[in-house]
């Protein structure tokens, strides 16, 4: 075989009666139509979490308005400014997520917040395709479909949809397109859905360079050649090169959540395994236990340690649960991981081994099911999910009091409420620019204890006069009475 051809899909990878068939690459599209359905169900369902949870103004983050502001921006044909981080910040001296550009023509037509939460779950529900596809390949049509489901209902996934919007949407159906093209042994189609990586997420150039050791390591030369220098120097460029220079300070910031407070301070190595030990510990449990620890079979898990790596070698706590959206990227590696793990079971000596791999189908969607309950989407049996809230009446209320185009500082879930009419800033970071409305969140950001709103709001900008124009049990609203904009 020369160096160029694609290998020989592993015959491992198939059922009894279908090895000795030539597999055939699957196409973009191409797959039964229950798989579609169950992919359509797992729309409808993150859809509905996350719209509701945004409707219901329970989302506390600013990442959904960052985004907003971002997209909004790209649609405009200008720099990607989020006000919310900073006036003028351009989000690619943050992260480099340039392929947030594919959003701007759809929310041009439909300038929503809500646009992006459906891409995102559109996004989630497609990776449900290639590793479905995959596990009937792997198994058989009934077992696939439950390998589907459970991850479908996978809780990384479930996490990711419950907090806002992130990046990271993008980079979930491509790493499952990829983990099914990696089953295959079609390196170079692989690679075509990892290099994208680059454009998604700075760390996810690591993943991409372990993905090429992978293919290096299983005999595809020259496509893991190209993946290990791409993610490598990819990675590098863009952390030290692209990324400080756009940023304000010139320098690539998440580098402080490596040292502060952290593992890696100098001196601290028993840090490095004993900071956060037990939420750490429940992270690894929860990941490999979706896969009854079968992922441990194939050499295709280590392309989670590098985000694994950096979450965990972070002095950031929130970096080391199963809480918000970093998990979603590991759920499509872990499964593709199962799927080989099952296989190579199959082939073991050890009796014991084949057993285990002829009852691991049933046992990960029985772990997928009954994580249900600890993660968001058991919200969608509870009928309070669906009934309309006091506070979003009350949010309702603020936008309206809010006129397009004014400035407005504030916090919390409702900025994400006034981002797409209104130039929104966070609070405490307006200046130079002076707020024309201020909105207080009694739920959240409460700076005055002693109710006094208004003089707090003249005090944290010296030389304007606020009034109150709206306050209920949720929202304060102040105007700034000459409404000057600088």
Known sequence: MTQHQEAPARPTALPGEQRRRRVRAPGFLHAPRALWLLAAVAFLAYATLSIRRFVQVENGSWDLGIFVQVVRSYAALEAPVSDIKGVGFNILGDHFSPILVLLAPLYKVFPSAITLLTVQAALFALSVVPITRAAIRATDRTKGMMLGCAYALSWGVQSAVYFDFHEICFAVPLLAFAGEQLLLRRWWAAARWLLPLLLVKEDLGLTVAVAGLYVLAEGGRRAGAVLLASGLAGCAVIVLVLIPAMNNGGKYEYWRKMDEGSSLGPGNL??????????????????FGITAFVAFRSRLVLLVVPTLGWRFLSGEPHYWSTDWHYDAVLMP????????????????????????????????????????????????????????????????????????????????????????HARVLWVGNAEPLLPEYVVVDLGGWNPASDGDYVGYAERAHPGASYTTVFRDRHYVVLREQDARRH
């Open 270 to 287: 028993a840090g490095l395994f004993l900071d956060g030990t037990e939420a750490k510990l429940t992270t690894l449990l929860l990941l």
């Open 333 to 420: 590696l872990l499964f593709v991981a199962l799927l080989d793990g099952v296989a190579r079971l199959r082939q073991s000596p050890r009796p014991w081994l084949r057993g285990y791999a002829a009852g691991t189908v049933p046992a990960v969607l029985a772990v997928a099911l009954t994580l249900c309950g600890r993660f968001p989407i058991a919200q969608l049996a509870s009928p309070d999910t669906y009934r309309a809230s006091d506070r979003a009446a009350s949010a309702a209320q603020v936008v309206a009091r809010v006129p397009a185009g004014a400035t407005v500082e504030t916090s919390g879930g409702i900025l994400s409420h006034l981002v797409d």
